[in-house]
Nanobody
Framework: EVQLVESGGGLVQAGGSLRLSCAASGFTFDDYVIGWFRQAPGKEREGVSCISRSDGPRYYAESVKGRFTISSDNAKNTVYLQMNSLKAEDTAVYYC????????????????WGQGTLVTVSS
């Protein structure tokens, strides 16, 4: 059974940092692109970032470039999203997801995702 379990969300002040973790199980890590999308209340889902293998290409949405960094530890089947310089508009539920494509169309190729973790940035 494929499982993606997110952790690390919480409440942080604007300008602060959080690190999200995604523990994956039930599939071969290298077979998928792993990444993050988010959904704020009343808004559509937004692909945030993805990574193809630990040393592969990465994608970042324009809204997070220069502030967020994605990384993976294949030995632990875990993907991380380091979020710095957080803004109020980053407030959303963040979902870890497995996809077959990493890029601006990441959301269109999602196959599995977790329950999400809430990130709230206070201004």
């Amino acid at each position: 059974e494929v499982q993606l379990v997110e952790s690390g969300g919480g409440l942080v002040q604007a300008g602060g940092s959080l690190r999200l973790s995604c523990a994956a199980s039930g599939f071969t890590f290298d077979d998928y692109v792993i990444g993050w999308f988010r959904q704020a209340p009343g808004k559509e889902r937004e692909g945030v970032s993805c990574i193809s293998r630990s040393d592969g290409p990465r994608y970042y949405a324009e809204s997070v470039k220069g502030r967020f960094t994605i990384s993976s530890d294949n030995a632990k089947n875990t993907v991380y999203l380091q979020m710095n310089s957080l803004k109020a508009e980053d407030t959303a539920v963040y979902y870890c997801a497995a996809s077959t494509y990493c890029g601006s169309y990441y959301l269109e190729y999602l196959e599995h995702w977790g329950q999400g973790t809430l990130v709230t940035v206070s201004s």
